[in-house]
């Protein structure tokens, strides 16, 4: 059983990229199924195999506890690891070939609480990918790529697990802007030289140690750039992830 964590900023496309490469797999008749870990999203763009708010609900957290929102929010991230055996169970019971998992909205729910990585680990998959999405509208300019670099980097040192950078909503960006963002994950020059052109002051040499510390971590990968929408790009993510699942060395 392979299982994909789908990771990333709040509205980065995790929802549709679990719903669009859900439909891409099955096309290809493989065993599929989703997974929703999200305990406060009130509508999917696919109907989950396995649903944390059957376990779970913020509305009831909230009232039980007398929370608002955010507090629930928290609660219920944290709660996810006592149910992990009862989500395990349901899983397993599937029998699936993958396993498409889709995060809490709010990313730092789920990676930096102690929650996330305990349940990333522990969800019961031989082979498993944490797939990290780069927003495109919010990565073409070198400061924002930067500091999304440096969440990649950041979310790794949380789950130090095998993870693979995904360039989300692509159609919403001219080819020649993703062709440019795709150009700067392949070479940290090209990036350098984006940001000395483009950053002065502080930024310019804040981001510069960001991407030199990356760098030298060895936590910089190609994009794969996709859309959700028009389906863009999913050829290339299925062939990377059947690489890093069945013939390639993992990335870790
Ligand atoms: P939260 O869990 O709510 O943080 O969001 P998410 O990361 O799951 O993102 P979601 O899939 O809900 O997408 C957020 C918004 O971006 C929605 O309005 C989507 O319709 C839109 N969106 C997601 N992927 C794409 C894409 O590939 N192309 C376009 N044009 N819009 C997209």
Known sequence: M????????????????TNALSGFLRAKDLDVITVNLDPGVIGLPYEPDVDIRNLITVTEIMEK????????????????????????????????EYVLVDTP???????????????????????????????????????????????????????????????????????????KIVLWSEDPGELELAMQSQLTGDARLLSRDLLNAITRLGLYYTLTAVSATTQEGLVDLDAEIQRQFRGGEEID
């Open 65 to 96: 506890y007398s929370l608002g929102p955010n507090g629930a929010m928290i609660m219920a991230s944290d709660l996810l690891a006592v149910k992990l055996d009862e989500i395990n169970d349901e899983i397993v019971q599937l029998k699936p």
């Open 2 to 17: 392979y299982g994909m964590i789908l990771v990333g900023t709040a509205g980065s496309g995790k929802s549709l990229l």
């Open 105 to 179: 909205g709010q990313m730092e729910l789920f990676a930096f609480r102690a929650s996330g990585p305990y349940v990333a680990r522990g969800l019961s998959f031989e082979k498993r990918l944490v797939l990290y999405l780069f927003d495109a509208v919010f990565s073409n300019e070198p400061l924002n790529f930067v500091s999304n670099l440096f969440l990649f980097a950041a979310v790794y040192n949380r789950f130090v697990l095998p993870q693979y950078p995904v360039l989300s909503k692509v159609d919403l960006l001219p080819p020649e802007e993703i062709d």
